[in-house]
């Protein structure tokens, strides 16, 4: 585990070069850990997961300390794990005109939250939250045209003045993106637009609100209620703004849109309410319909000294793919 932990940190800390197409680092299918869970093995606190549409690919957004970790690129057939960020990128192409407020590229953060826009062919928009050198959200060409996906820096937005920490994101249509600041002393929403910049989104306020997903028409948003155990919809463009909490039954930290049309809430259980007791749960992974608000319960993983704290969950062909931080040392894998 420290040999993996040292050899990511010495990645990072290398300079810009180009993508190595092709080159993966030596992985194994099954992590040397004395667990009955299935492992994607090679990466380090990979807190949040986002499968790139119609391809073979997750992107992994890997955690080492406050300040820096790496971006990965996932195969969903061969689970090999590539290093894209800052390793591997392609020299950074800064849109000024775009992202007027960036200050310019940097090497080096935490990546956070996940959210990709869909382009055209293989060229899509990649938004990663960022954390460390600055608050920002750092923006990024994805071009997932040749063997491994490549990364290239393009602008960043800055966090609105007064969060305490943007934690979730996602892409709203006309260029919109929406955002989650975590406070559990109160959070709320955020959109942001290059020819407007950030706004409040009316009514959002609430406890911790974590992960972060949209409808396709930008009518509604999804959050991942860390400190409601709920998941919270909020109405987009609407008067008055209409907010339904759905009951979970634990922390939700990201959510994600699921194949069959659910939502993915997945997180945690690390304190009981109050003075009522409780199983305590590394990882707990629900599907909520978002029509009749049905929940269905699918994953109670208590972990172990590999994988500490569940973050995320993805539908991966016939499994439920965990990421994970606070000592989680890859993606855990479910059946479904």
């Not at 606190?45 to 971006?71: C, H, M």
């Not at 382009?119 to 938004?127: A, K, P, V």
């Not at 709320?188 to 637009?193: D, F, I, M, Q």
């Not at 306020?205 to 959050?223: E, I, K, Q, R, T």
């Amino acid at each position: 585990m420290l040999r993996i932990l040292l050899a990511v940190i010495f990645i990072v800390s290398l300079p810009w070069q180009a993508i190595g197409q092709g080159s993966y680092p030596a992985q194994t299918n099954d992590c040397e850990v004395d667990s009955d869970t299935l492992f994607v093995c090679g990466l380090t606190n990979p807190e949040d997961l986002y499968r790139v549409p119609n391809t073979d690919w997750v992107i992994a957004s890997g955690r080492i300390s406050d300040s820096e970790g790496p971006l990965y690129a996932v195969n969903i057939s061969s689970h090999q794990v590539a290093d894209i960020y800052p390793v591997n990128a392609a020299e950074p192409k800064f849109d000024r005109a775009t992202y007027q407020e960036c200050s310019g590229p940097i090497k080096i953060f935490q990546p956070h939250g996940l959210t990709l826009r869909q382009g055209s062919d293989d060229q899509h928009i990649l938004y990663v939250v960022g954390h460390g050198t600055r608050e920002a959200i750092e923006v990024f060409n994805l071009d997932i045209s040749g063997s491994v996906p490549s990364l290239t820096w393009v602008g960043c937005i800055p966090a609105p003045e007064g969060t305490r920490r943007i934690n979730s994101i996602t892409a709203l249509p006309d260029g919109y993106l929406g955002a989650t600041n975590f406070d559990t002393a109160g959070g709320e929403l955020w959109e942001w637009h290059p020819s407007t910049d950030w706004g409040k989104v009316p009514s959002s306020d609430m406890l911790g609100p974590n992960g972060l997903v949209s409808s396709a028409d930008g009518d509604w948003f999804y959050v991942g209620g860390w400190s409601d155990r709920a998941l919270i919809r909020v109405s987009r463009g609407k008067t008055p703004v209409q907010v339904d909490r759905i009951p979970v039954g634990f922390n939700v930290d990201n959510v994600r849109w699921g194949d069959d049309g659910r939502i993915i809430a997945a997180g945690h259980i690390t304190r009981c309410l109050g003075e009522n007791p409780c199983a305590i749960s590394a990882a707990r992974v629900a599907k909520v319909d978002p029509n009749n608000f049905a929940v269905e319960q699918l994953i109670d993983y208590k972990g172990n000294n590999f994988f500490e704290l569940g973050t995320v969950a993805l539908d991966v062909n016939n499994e439920i793919w965990v990421g994970g931080i606070y000592g989680s040392f890859g993606i855990a894998r479910f059946s479904r």
